[in-house]
């Protein structure tokens, strides 16, 4: 185990799935790593569809903060939907990854915002926030997004104020701070 001070488990290093880099293995890590896999594995993205791991960097009242959308998945070359990963409680999770679907890309919303605990996960319509469907299984395979995409809107968010709320509810929620009072970011690590 690394010597590094964290809040989470460090085991060392591990190969991500989607992209072939090495990053810090944890607990967390790797239930988003078996996301990968069942994405692609069970429904049938292929790696190219999936990008893992993007950030958006806010600073609000003197607050810096990283939020990371583990996947943001493509159909066609078209970015339709985001996984965001958590563990615990789904409805804590649901404000959050809206947000982050909302202003992801600067010309578009991305529709559909997926939570998950690695064991359960919501659908939701990025637009009302409402649960379309629940549990990992419906999660929209590549075939049935081909279907979908086709009948999905791809709106933009040109209220300027909406999109600063939908930043600094990213800012509030994924603000991380460890027991000892302070964040926990590893230096130059991309951390779990």
Known sequence: MADIPSHHIIYGTLTDFITGEEIV????????QELGRFLVHSLGYDKTDLEPRHTIETLFAGQFVISTIDFIVSVSGKRFMILRYGPGSLVTRERPALAAARVLDSSVQLPITVVTNGQDAEILDTYTGKVLLQGL???PSKAAAASLIKTLQFLPLTDSGKKER????????DVEVCCAGGPCALPGAKEG
Do not use: G, Q
């Open 166 to 173: 939908e930043l600094r509810v990213l800012n509030a929620f």
């Open 137 to 139: 299984d419906s999660i």
């Open 25 to 32: 293995d944890t607990d967390d890590e790797r239930i988003r």
